[in-house]
């Protein structure tokens, strides 16, 4: 059974960091690619960032702020937040973009 479990969300202040994390178990997060998307109140879900065994690719609003990485020894993806902006908050949900499973999501809140 497939479970990617979200965690690290939470109400920060503009300018603050946050670092998300997505423990999978039932996959490895070495052999397939891990994305994070986002989803803000009355949006549509948007890819953020990714991770493959050749490197890590970013949406042009995170770019520079948000590092994604992943510790293969505790099956796990991270995503760094740096310099967050009001226009952050949203529900962020890691994935396996390979096979197409979804985490269930942790909330993060930046306050102007």
């Known amino acids: 059974q497939v479970q990617l479990v979200e965690s690290g969300g939470g109400l920060v202040e503009a300018g603050e960091s946050l670092r998300l994390s997505c423990a999978a178990s039932?996959?490895?997060?070495?052999?397939?690619?891990m994305g994070w998307f986002r989803q803000a109140p009355g949006q549509e879900r948007e890819w953020v960032a990714e991770?493959?065994?050749?490197?890590?690719e970013y949406a042009k609003d995170v770019k520079g702020r948000f590092t994604i990485s992943r510790d293969n020894a505790k099956n796990t993806v991270w995503l760094q937040m740096d310099s967050l902006k009001p226009e952050d908050t949203a529900v962020y949900y890691c994935?396996?973009?390979?096979?197409?499973?979804w985490g269930q999501g942790t909330q993060v809140t930046v306050s102007s």
């Open positions: 994935k396996d973009s390979f096979r197409g499973y």
């Open positions: 039932g996959i490895l997060v070495s052999n397939t690619v």
């Open positions: 991770i493959t065994g050749r490197g890590s």
